[in-house]
């Protein structure tokens, strides 16, 4: 009896202990969100989003620059990466059977695990270094290749469920086979493919590190592709460590801006991921 | 055109992308190898223990970024380790459906925070509870360094090892559990006796790919790490990582030597992460054969 | 052995099968098949499970070479051209298919299921074209009443019987000579499977369907002709009548007796 009494206490004694480390790291994370709620909200205003900055110690100004290069670079990143990325999923679940495909499958696992900054260095001797000066171009490629991993691994997952009948009732119908991925498989797959898109263009929105040398930064308006453009994450790092107060303020507000378009990129990708779940294809 | 001929030029251009993606790793591992062959040539394996980086005199050592880079990845592996561990074992195995749903779709919501605002959050609000601590503990107030540093990437790869952690443990079969339970066995008992052994290299894995993270993380260590380039003699002291040397040096390195050390540091980092990555792979193929 | 064909001279064959192999990974699953399929009529394939049937008819519009590992040998003249030296993509033109599970595409509505075999091909029909042979295909497969005021609803709204004779549609919209047909209302219930034999039945004036069943008593209901497979071997052929009433082989007895699965 006694020994069942130490085995149920034991029991109990455990779940506590486990309860409360398992939510103090919520903690942390709770108080990040918070933080950057608070501390940015007072910097939010029409003018925040619209206008360029002010030379430190002047009040006021925006990141209305930032917010244009960071949608350009995720623009153009994802005009070289997704259909790539989707061509190589295609592959993957289509074709590749033996050992080629598990060499692919190893590659992109291999872009998965890089750090960011790496591809940082490759874009600047890939682009910066042949075209001489930064451009959002050059960052756009080192963000492009952040999304390929993503974007090929997720579709090629997707496609792997779509049911082989589906295929064979297209070519059934004297339909050739790339007509039959560009227009049965891949739109039936479509949901999941563009949930992987928006993960992965929620992974790179945020990302800094390539962009240091590459993207680099412009206080000024700037539309060309081929010129440095400024970026929000590239904003929050130089003001977070600049000695002015006013920066600080508006690295925060940044900040709230940054994690506002990356959470709504996390969570529609998680609807639609649900919505495709309920359908039950 | 006959169909045939565009099946298989489409078969071609699919295939053609997919030779890409290997070639853009090999790729990269060649430009890395070419950029940084000045600093190959003039310091050899020196490189790898020299202690001294002293752009001026133009002399190039990696020791103390590496150093750094490992004191850091591995001190937040091991903090991180009991938390990561206990979220995904209550997320599998406590907490009822309904609310494990949605606390884990919410960790890792948070996971997705870019770094430079952890970075952020670390430089305002975690370094002044550091500089509190090293007050009463007699090491210099700087606040930053080392520990912050350490601390910060453990709050950042926590939700990913814990929701693999979770993954993992959901993947025990529920047979065994139940065969177990029908033994009169406790929960706890349940737990430590089938479902972490069953789960352990998957367990393994994800804590050597949340590593392989933490060497790699860049921008949240860079602004709190303190960047200073010497080799660090105490755990309190200021250093720099392989990541954060190069954030920190790269634009400003104005004489090719000192950019390609810079380089040379990447084609490290690059090399270390895919070691860590490949043995998390192998540990996961381990899995699968079991 | 010399497979036994035997075809009633006054039909005319519209495909001639002549020594058919057929493997996985180089194990056969059809041994010198040869046989005649006449023209406009029903043919039933029937045999015990894993006899060959599926890859039998998946040779007949080339799908069978689709599966990874699989080979085909022999000839399979369609109106006396070898459909083994073909364009498969022409050939699966001329040869419609209706599978197992009713399988509409999903991102389509009921009417462009219906013009899949033209939208996936990327011709363009006139508007006025494309509703005349949407109405069409979907009333000869006894489907237009039901559907005539949703056309632009998913297809995969419709109950399972209905997304069978979608598939049906889509299959006739082509315009195929033949009809490949695998156990096509093995996935229904008694009522749905009733209407679709009706429809095979009406369907016979102007296609020639060849239907995979395990369904002795289907096959009386609807089949002209009856074709008996044994562990990949054609064992029997001949008039649905002449084959359930006097089996040649002891084999056909016996499966007709219910002696196999
Ligand atoms: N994809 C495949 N790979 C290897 N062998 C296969 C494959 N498909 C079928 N076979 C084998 O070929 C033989 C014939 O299979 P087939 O599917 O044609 O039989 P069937 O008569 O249609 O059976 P059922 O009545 O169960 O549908 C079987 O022995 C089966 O195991
Ligand atoms: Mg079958």
Known sequence: ????????????????????????????????????????????????????????????????????????????????????????GVYLSEYAKGRFGEAVRIAADVLQGTPSIVFGIIAYLWVVKPMGHFSAFSGSVAL??????????????????IPETLREASLALGVNYWRTVLKVIIPTGLVGITTGILLSLARIMGETAPLLFTAFGNPFWNFNPMQPVEALPLVVFKYAISPYEEWIRQAWGASLVLTGLVLVLNLSARLLARRMGGHGR | MRAQDADRLFYYLCGGLALGLILLVIGIGLTL????LPSIKAFGFKFLWGKVWDPVNEEFGALPFIVGTLITSFLALIITFPFAISSGIFLAEYAPPRIAGPLSALIELLAGIPSVIYGLWALFYLVPVVRWFEMRLGAP?????????????AIMILPYAASITREVLKMVPQELKEAAYGLGATRWEVIRGVCLPYASSGIVAGLVLSLGRALGETMAVTMVIGNRSEMPTSFWDLANTMA????????????????????????????????VNILARMVIIRLKVK | MAARTVTDPKELAIFEVRDLWAYYNEKPAIRKVSLKIPEKKITAIMGPSGCGKTTFIRCLNRLHELTPGASIKGEILLRDKNILEMDPVLVRRKIGMVFQRPNPFPTMTIYDNVIAGYKLLGVRLKREEADRIVEEALRKAALWDEVKDSLHKRGTYLSGGQQQRLCIARALAVKPEVLLMDEPTSALDPKSTAKIEELIVELKRS????????????????????????????????????????PKDPRTEEFLKGKFG
């Open chain 2, 33 to 36: 190898l070419w950029g940084s």
């Open chain 2, 244 to 275: 954060s040397v190069i954030a920190n040096e790269f634009t400003e390195a104005s004489k090719d030597i000192h950019l390609a050390a810079l380089i040379e540091v990447g084609l490290l980092l690059f090399v270390i992460t895919l070691l």
């Open chain 2, 141 to 153: 107030p700087f606040g930053l360094g080392l520990p912050t540093a350490s601390l910060v990437l």
């Open chain 1, 1 to 88: 009896m006694n020994r069942l009494l130490y085995r149920k206490l034991k029991d109990r004694l455990a779940f506590f202990l486990i309860l409360v480390l398992a939510l103090c790291p919520t903690l942390p994370l709770f108080h990040i969100l918070l933080g950057v709620v608070k501390q940015g909200i007072s910097s939010i205003s029409l003018e925040f989003f619209i206008h360029l900055p002010k030379p430190p110690g002047e009040e006021g100004g925006g990141v209305g620059n930032a917010i244009v290069g960071t949608l350009m670079l995720a623009l153009s990143a994802s005009l070289l990466a997704v259909p790539i990325g989707i061509l190589c």
């Open chain 3, 207 to 246: 296609v020639t369907i060849v239907i995979v069943t395990h369904n002795i008593a289907q096959a009386g209901r609807v089949a002209d002709y009856t074709a008996f497979f044994y562990l990949g071997e054609l064992v029997e052929f001949g008039p649905t009548s002449e084959i359930f009433t006097v």
């Open chain 1, 144 to 161: 492009a290749i952040m999304m390929l991993p993503v974007i090929v691994r997720s579709t090629e997952e997707i496609l792997r469920m």
